[in-house]
Nanobody, 115 residues
Framework: QVQLVESGGGLVQAGGSLRLSCTAS????????LGWYRQAPGKQRELVAH?????????ADAVKGRFTISRDNAKNTVTLTLQMNSLKPEDTAVYYC???????WGQGTQVTVSS
């Protein structure tokens, strides 16, 4: 059963910041790779960032130095966060929280960056 719920999207001006959160409910997520993906209109879904259960991170080149992924593992819940700074119009997309190796996806949250 998929239990990934995103929050924190919205509208922001270029150069601004947003913070996305995802609550991953279930002990299965504690030891799993988690990540953020995004899909812009007319484009394929793409990786934004991954974080392993041990905290190792991987970022898409387009967001390196601007976005930071982190996770907080509790007993049966993981809070996954994506801090997005220096946002650009090309960051506009629906952002999805995922446990990709489990093929679990959240419903997505819209991020819109105006120029």
């Amino acid at each position: 059963q998929v239990q990934l719920v995103e929050s924190g999207g919205g509208l922001v001006q270029a150069g601004g910041s947003l913070r996305l959160s995802c609550t991953a409910s279930g002990s299965i997520y504690i030891r799993n790779l988690l990540g953020w993906y995004r899909q812009a209109p007319g484009k394929q879904r793409e990786l934004v960032a991954h974080i392993s259960s041990g905290g190792s991170t991987n970022y898409a080149d387009a967001v390196k130095g601007r976005f930071t992924i982190s996770r907080d593992n509790a007993k049966n819940t993981v809070t996954l966060t994506l801090q997005m700074n220096s946002l650009k119009p090309e960051d506009t997309a629906v952002y999805y929280c995922a446990a990709p190796l489990l093929r679990h996806w959240g419903q997505g949250t819209q991020v819109t960056v105006s120029s």
